[in-house]
């Protein structure tokens, strides 16, 4: 069955540290692969997203994500977070033959 | 408008009761996806409907939930004699084909006493 998985329910970080955010899938064909953020009382809003091409995203916001296929993995990445960032972040899989599904969110605190 | 829009925003309803949520997608959007969203929980899947069809039917999370969608347009997930675990943001997306950027509305937020 396909299953998206975000290992961590929590991350908290310094503002200016790096941040590492996971995201694991599994489904048979090739994935499309998202990551939304939802900050407090905002609607979701699509940082990032890939479909083919290079594995190396960009996104708004000074994301990036990185698609492994071998590890199944789609990473969030940030080189210097700001106190903004703290929110919650969903990766969302899908493919040609399945709808998209979501992950189960990492909660973001930025400690100042 | 030029958003997803959802309502109510807010419902409370008693026990047993049917409640109606309706979802207006982005004009031109063909796709459109309904999902649950509990307190501190991630998004469950509920439903996808291609233009007024759903080809998968499968998160619904029993017979008390039933969804439509007329032409490429309103949508309304209905659930049927309400239970208390029903309580929830139910939210929706809507996108211009399916897996290109999903917009959401601001959800309704369920709330069955």
């Known amino acids: 069955a396909q299953s998206v998985t975000q290992p961590d329910i929590h991350i908290t970080v310094s503002e200016g540290a790096s941040l590492e955010l996971r995201c694991n899938y599994s489904?048979?064909?090739?994935?499309?692969l998202f990551w939304y953020v939802q900050s407090p009382g905002q609607g979701l809003q699509l940082l990032l997203k890939?479909?083919?091409?290079?594995?190396l995203v960009q996104g708004i916001k000074g994301f990036e994500a990185e698609f492994k296929r071998s590890q199944s993995s789609f990473n969030l990445r940030k080189p210097s977070v700001h106190w903004s960032d703290a929110a919650e972040y969903f990766c969302?899989?899908?493919?040609?033959?399945?709808?998209?599904?979501f992950g189960a969110g990492t909660r973001l605190t930025v400690k100042p | 408008g030029a958003g997803v829009s959802q309502s109510p925003s807010n419902k409370v309803t008693e026990k047993g009761k049917d409640v109606e949520l309706r979802c207006d997608p982005i004009?031109?959007?063909?796709?459109l996806y309904w999902y649950r969203q509990r307190l501190g929980q991630g998004l469950e899947f509920l439903i996808y409907?291609?233009?007024?069809?759903?080809?998968?039917k499968s998160g619904l999370p029993s017979d008390r939930f039933s969804a439509e969608r007329t032409g490429e347009s309103v949508s309304t997930l209905t659930i049927q004699r309400t239970q208390q675990e029903d309580s929830a943001v139910y939210l929706c997306?809507?996108?211009?084909?399916?897996?290109?950027?999903?917009?959401f509305g601001q959800g309704t937020r369920l709330t069955v006493v």
């Open positions: 997306a809507s996108s211009l084909r399916k897996f290109t950027e999903a917009f």
């Open positions: 489904y048979g064909a090739t994935p499309y």
């Open positions: 890939y479909f083919s091409g290079d594995t």
């Open positions: 969302a899989v899908g493919d040609n033959n399945n709808d998209m599904r």
């Open positions: 004009s031109g959007h063909t796709a």
């Open positions: 409907f291609q233009g007024n069809s759903a080809p998968d």
